[in-house]
């Protein structure tokens, strides 16, 4: 049972969110009652198809495409994408954070109104907060410009995510949850937020797995992103995202994946500093938290050993030695020597204790 802990502070943006199946024919709508009429439309290559179709719907509201967005928002592709820009009067984002990362971008530019189709469950539709790259460096900047005003999660879109990215990214959206628990600026709304995410991926995940094409399922883990991407915006996350981004940014690592692998350590390693407010991810996840967190994803076929994704041992004590500088606030004290025995345990891929 948690008690409630009086006294916070919460600061919310405002932004118009609808989700339902279909619901990215209100595009238009969406448009006219925000009074624009010139949408380019952005997507990865990969999605480029998924753009087409959106461009063509839009008819005379369309501006145009690009469709080069591209992980970590390099400025190159910003800068090219500033250009195809011109003469626009607000951004359509289809995708999943590296596309919302290109739209948010261009917004820091030219403060362009944002509309954006998640098709991940990485959550940076919900937040004010900016990864870009410059001369392969990484700068994080947080800026009221760069949060999209308004956000369809339209469950048939995210349907066609593959199963395996399905279930790395819906993991990658629990960590934020996670971490918001023992967050040191945690208040009762992330605390809700937090768990109404996990219980929305615990409940749907496994469902969408067994039926990729469920769309009620898919928007139960929608509503889930969305939970745990606006709890990513209120509090400051610890150990396990400051290991994601040194293990990404310097042996690049996929992003996702990271993230479903490192979960269960992290949390693991954190569970005796942090008895009370992981409490609830023991009972959800039976039992242990990061026992039950790595039950969970093998259930789900998760990747599970960080040596899967190409990392080599004789990275693990470079990888241990970034995640100890200039460490964000943890729950319970950053220890070298803990913190390359939890590499370890994630490189082999074992079951943590
Ligand atoms: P992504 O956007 O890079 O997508 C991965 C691949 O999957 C891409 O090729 C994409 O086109 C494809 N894809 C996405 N949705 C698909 C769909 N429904 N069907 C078919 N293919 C699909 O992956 P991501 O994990 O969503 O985003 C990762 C990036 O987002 C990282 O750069 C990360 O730093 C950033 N991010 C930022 C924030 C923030 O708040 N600023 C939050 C989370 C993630």
């Known amino acids: 049972m948690r008690t409630f802990h009086a006294g916070f502070e919460a600061d919310h943006l405002p932004v118009r969110v609808r989700l339902g199946a279909g619901i990215r024919h209100e595009i238009g709508a969406e448009m006219t009652a925000l009074g624009l009429s010139h949408a380019l439309v952005l997507t990865t290559p990969n999605q480029a198809a998924q753009g087409e179709e959106l461009l063509a719907a839009l008819g005379p509201l369309a501006h145009g495409q690009f469709s080069k967005a591209a992980m970590h928002t390099p400025i190159e592709i910003t800068e090219a994408a500033l250009a195809a820009a011109c003469g626009a009067d607000c951004l359509v984002a289809i995708g999943g954070g ?48 760069v949060q999209p005003e308004v956000i369809l999660y339209d469950p048939e879109l995210v349907a066609t995510l593959p199963i395996g990215l399905t279930v790395t990214s819906g993991l990658n959206a629990m960590a934020h949850a996670v971490e918001a628990l023992y967050a040191r600026d945690r208040n009762p709304l992330s605390d809700e937020l937090a768990l109404g995410g996990l219980r929305a991926f615990k409940e749907g995940l496994p469902r969408v797995v067994a039926d990729p094409g469920d769309l009620p399922a898919r928007e139960a883990t929608q509503f889930g992103a969305w939970l745990c991407g606006t709890v990513l915006a209120q509090v400051g996350m ?105 590499l370890q345990h994630a490189w082999e891929g074992a079951r943590p204790q």
């Open 98 to 145: 590296s596309t919302i990362g290109l739209a948010k971008a261009i917004a820091l530019n030219t403060d362009l109104p944002q509309i954006v189709l998640p098709t991940t469950y990485a959550g940076s539709e919900a937040t004010p907060v900016l990864g870009q790259t410059a001369n392969g460096a990484k700068e994080t900047l947080r800026s009221p410009k």
């Open 238 to 342: 610890a150990l396990h995202h400051k290991l994601c981004h040194a293990l990404g940014g310097s042996f690049a690592l996929p992003h996702a994946e990271t993230h479903a692998i490192l979960l269960p350590h992290s949390a693991a390693y954190n569970a005796e500093a942090a008895v009370g407010p992981l409490a609830p991810v023991a009972e959800l996840f039976g039992g242990s938290v990061g026992g039950g967190l790595y039950d969970f994803s093998v259930a789900l076929g998760a990747p599970v050993a960080l040596r899967d994704l190409g990392l080599a041992e004789g990275d693990l004590d470079r990888a241990a030695d970034l995640a100890v500088s200039n460490p964000y606030w943890n729950p319970r004290p950053i220890e070298r020597d803990a913190i390359r025995a939890l």
